[in-house]
């Protein structure tokens, strides 16, 4: 039996990881999500964070590698995340 679908909270963000710079919109789940994007980034529970409408840049010449329609970026990876706008 499918699991139900949950609420997301859409926020627009800039990630940084060693390589690349991500921009697009992540889906935080309600459920986990108060309000501070530290608080989430910080919960054992959930490892992976969905990006839709991603821009994906070099870090080094900041030259656009992909655009994508989803990716699913594991917490590990991130060095920073700056929230731009709320959906």
Do not use: W
Not at 28 to 51: E, S
Not at 55 to 68: F, M, N, Q, S, W
């Amino acid at each position: 039996m499918p699991r139900p679908i949950k609420e997301t909270k859409i926020l627009k963000v800039e990630v940084n990881t060693s390589s690349s710079r991500i921009v697009g919109h992540a889906h935080l789940l309600k459920d986990f999500y108060r309000g501070r994007l530290t608080d989430f980034l910080n919960l054992k529970d959930v490892q992976f964070i969905p990006i839709t409408e991603a821009e994906i840049y070099r870090r080094d010449t900041g030259g656009l590698v992909a655009e994508v329609k989803c990716i699913v970026l594991n917490k590990d990876f991130v060095e920073s995340i700056l929230p731009l706008s709320e959906e």
